[in-house]
């Protein structure tokens, strides 16, 4: 493999991964030793490539628009489609009208022959039932999770019952027909999934938990992966 072919490929891998991306992870991807690995990233810095970490850490790709744009393959597309309408059908208000603006930006950006495929792409997305919209500031908390800020609201549950809560924002998902809130509550010291059209007074609060945000979410994931009925907020 050429040079010029694994640093592509590298590329890639940076962004298929989950990141960070170690060293020996990448290296184990595309059967090249960690020290290539090393080089590599060097090499891809100086082409202009924002990469994110350090040896020992792992590495996180952040793309940049000096960087030449990308072509896509037709499923590539396809799919990029079918994932900008569903959430132009099922996101909360801000996110529906960024869908928008970034499927308008594709047609404008893209080639003329797959900028003509993407408008009339074969993939769609029709919802019948929309989700109950937000009842708090959707954007604001999406802010509050990436920033990694303790925030607190009042809920009520599917019995009417009302609470307090404080929470760490860890994400938010679509799950069972609307839009949920994926934390770790302090009244309840463990993981709950909060319905945003039950949430009202939404504070964002001084503290932070960085960096806990990914390691908490990735323990969620794996909790939801052995899901019982037992333990909802």
Known sequence: ?????????????????PPPATAQVLSHEMDVSVRTIYRDIDSLRGLG??????AGFGYTLIED????PLGFEDDEL??????????TAVGDPALAKAAEGALAKLKARLPEGQAHRLRHAVLSARWFNR???PTVDAKMLR?????????RFDYADALGAKTRREVYPLSIAY???SHCLLAWCHL????????????LNLEVLDESFRPRRVSLLRDYMEKMRAYSPEGKC
């Open 65 to 68: 628009a000096s960087l030449p």
């Open 131 to 133: 989700p109950p919209e």
């Open 49 to 54: 490539a924002v990469i994110d970490g350090e």
């Open 78 to 87: 396809e799919a990029l489609v079918l994932g900008l309408r569903e959430v």
């Open 188 to 199: 309840r010291s463990d993981f709950r999934a909060f319905r945003l059209d039950r949430m």
């Open 1 to 17: 493999m050429s040079r010029t072919a694994r640093l592509f490929q590298l590329m890639q891998a940076l962004r298929s991964l």
């Open 143 to 151: 802010q509050a999770a990436w920033d990694e800020r303790r925030i």
């Open 175 to 177: 799950m069972q027909l």
